[in-house]
Antibody, heavy 120, light 108 residues
Framework: QEQLVESGGGVVQPGRSLRLSCAAS????????MHWVRQAPGKGLEWVAV????????DYADSVKGRFTISRDNSKNTLYLETNSLRAEDTAVYYC??????????????WGQGTMVTVS | EIVLTQSPGTQSLSPGERATLSCRAS???????LAWYQQKPGQPPRLLIY???SRATGIPDRFSGSGSGTDFTLTISRLEPEDFAMYYC?????????FGQGTKVEIK
């Protein structure tokens, strides 16, 4: 079945880096744009970054611009988020989410279970 | 940036009652670009409504969305036990994509 599985989270010191991954299965990954969304403990949802289906375009929230990089490898059905210069305020669960292409264009129609990043 | 403000912050209701959740945008949002998500503790969000009023696949018809411009509403006609959760509105028409701060629907 269609699935997104994040990995790569953990505890990291301020200023260090982590690479998050999101493995897709059960659908044609290369046909879909993808987002990263995060949620700090006990808080709401914050959009982080987006990448077009072919990787040709990316965009970032101001809070992470210049520090985070979104990328994808369509041959491996995997989305990435390189997080650099991490700060305490980056502590959150990081979700990858698929951009709905067909009947609900633009909405986030599939989400992974998330991976926790703790900066401390 | 489009700021979405949801109200109330918490709604305390009993099973079988009607829930009405509001989402107000700081500037006009095209209806085709307004969504609602449900999130339960320890789970990712789930798409309920897209395009302001269209139910996502598998969403029961007790969930309905309406509104246009800057004012949008999610209505749950008769609350089932599994509906007690957090609900977020989202605009996805313009970067940065933004979410409301959420409304918690709790059991009274």
């Amino acid at each position: 079945q269609e699935q997104l599985v994040e990995s790569g989270g953990g505890v990291v010191q301020p200023g260090r880096s982590l690479r998050l991954s999101c493995a897709a299965s059960g659908f044609i990954f290369r046909s879909f744009g993808m987002h990263w969304v995060r949620q700090a403990p006990g808080k709401g949802l914050e959009w982080v970054a987006v990448i077009w289906f072919d990787g040709s375009k990316t965009d970032y929230a101001d809070s992470v611009k210049g520090r985070f990089t979104i990328s994808r490898d369509n041959s491996k059905n995997t989305l990435y988020l390189e997080t650099n210069s991490l700060r305490a305020e980056d502590t959150a669960v990081y979700y990858c989410a698929r951009i709905c292409g067909g009947n609900c264009p633009g909405a986030f129609d599939m989400w992974g279970q998330g991976t926790m990043v703790t900066v401390s | 940036e489009i700021v979405l403000t949801q109200s109330p912050g918490t709604q305390s209701l009993s099973p079988g009652e009607r829930a009405t959740l509001s989402c107000r945008a700081s500037q006009s949002v095209a209806s085709v670009h307004l969504a609602w998500y449900q999130q339960k503790p320890g789970q990712p969000p789930r798409l309920l409504i897209y395009g302001a009023s269209s139910r996502a696949t598998g969403i029961p018809d007790r969930f309905s969305g309406s509104g246009s411009g800057t004012d949008f509403t999610l209505t749950i006609s008769r609350l089932e036990p599994e509906d007690f959760a957090m609900y977020y509105c989202q605009q996805y028409g313009r970067s940065p994509w933004t979410f409301g701060q959420g409304t918690k629907v709790e059991i009274k």
